[in-house]
């Protein structure tokens, strides 16, 4: 019977547990910055991934021994139709937290949204809304993003909450109302050179044991019976397994957020036919062509093609000048 000689740190990090399968494919955006832009805006977006792609720009980090050379970047493309502001809700703060004050939705026409819930229709309250706005901590917009409208197959929209940035609530309350029915644009969120964080469900991957779910070390050649398994589950007193021991279990399948992927490029509209578009005719791998709007985020971005991804402003990183990368080639991979 061996034993270790020198102790060693634990593996696997604590910090993800517990290692679960995610309840949804849509992921929850839990915290939000505290923007208090001049012009009003959403604080966020959604889109859906398509594919992996490298793009050569200029280096204009200026402290890096690579400062104007060209740099190869793998990129993520990842497509983004119109965020349909579907209704307004108000927020209170109150000892528990916060509370939802009113609700309103305008008058839709889209047939979807009944898949996902009965939005009533209430837009006679928006003049009784005004009388109340300031009593109000917080108003937020009530968005639907269609994934029919990139030609997937599902057809029940997602709809979440979006926090409105502005410097009180009744400018927040004016944007809301403006825009309420109608659909905004990546373009009007986001700008490219600009930080973002991203949220999605990551690739499932199953049963795994401790060695790919934890990194445990392989025991040594004819020491055990079981060479990938882990070489103690705890003391012999108190006889019970404790939770941080590395078990097998689900590996993938679990919320994650990156923070600060940089926006390389966004997509314009071309004048010539009236299109946007990227890629190979015929489409991506599991993707169909992308003929909207999209963008191309610097690394790698959780999930799957055709996964929801769900985009906020930077929360750790505060970007005091937005410099637009210097496109020289989007090299696409089908």
């Known amino acids: 019977m061996g034993h270790r000689k020198y ?41 859906f991934k398509v594919a992996n792609l490298n793009v050569m720009t200029v280096d204009d980090r200026e402290k890096t021994p690579n400062f104007g050379k060209n740099l190869l970047n793998p990129s993520t493309l990842i497509a983004t139709p119109p965020l349909k502001i579907i209704g307004i809700r108000g927020y ?33 309250k928006l003049e009784t809304i005004e009388t109340i706005a300031d009593k109000v901590s917080d108003i937020e917009a009530v968005v639907a993003v269609f994934p029919e409208s990139l030609s997937l197959s599902q057809k029940k929209p997602f709809v979440w ?28 969120v986001f700008q490219p050179g600009q930080f973002i964080d991203v949220s999605a469900i990551t690739r499932g991957k199953g049963v795994e044991g401790p060695i790919t779910r934890f990194g445990v070390k392989r025991k040594q050649h004819k020491s055990r019976k079981s060479v990938r398994a882990v070489g103690t589950l705890g003391p012999i007193s108190p006889a019970v397994v ?17 923070y600060n992927k940089r926006i390389l490029l966004i997509s314009k509209d071309e ?12 489409g991506f791998d599991h993707f169909s062509p992308v003929n909207g709007d999209y963008i191309i985020v ?18 750790r990183k505060k970007q005091k000048k937005i410099v637009e990368p210097k496109i020289l080639e989007v090299i696409v991979r089908k």
């Open 7 to 47: 102790s060693a740190p634990r593996r696997g990090s604590m910090a993800f547990y517990p290692r679960v399968r995610a309840r949804s494919l849509e992921s929850r955006i839990r915290t939000w910055p505290n923007s208090m832009s001049d012009k009003p805006s959403l604080q966020g977006f959604a889109g």
């Open 92 to 124: 209170k703060n109150t000892v528990y937290g916060k509370r939802a004050v009113f609700d309103v939705f305008g008058k839709d026409s889209d047939k979807n949204l009944v898949r996902k819930a009965s939005f009533h229709n209430k837009e006679s």
């Open 161 to 188: 909450e979006i926090p409105i940035s502005a410097k009180d609530s009744k400018s927040k309350l004016v944007f809301a109302k403006e825009n309420l029915g109608k659909e905004i644009r990546i373009k009007e």
């Open 242 to 258: 404790m939770y941080t021991v590395p078990r097998q279990g689900q590996r993938g399948f679990h919320q994650r957020t990156e």
């Open 271 to 282: 004048k010539e036919n009236g299109e946007i578009g990227i890629g190979p005719k015929g």
């Open 298 to 315: 610097r690394g790698s971005v959780p999930g799957v093609p055709k996964r929801l991804i769900k985009m906020r402003m930077p929360l």
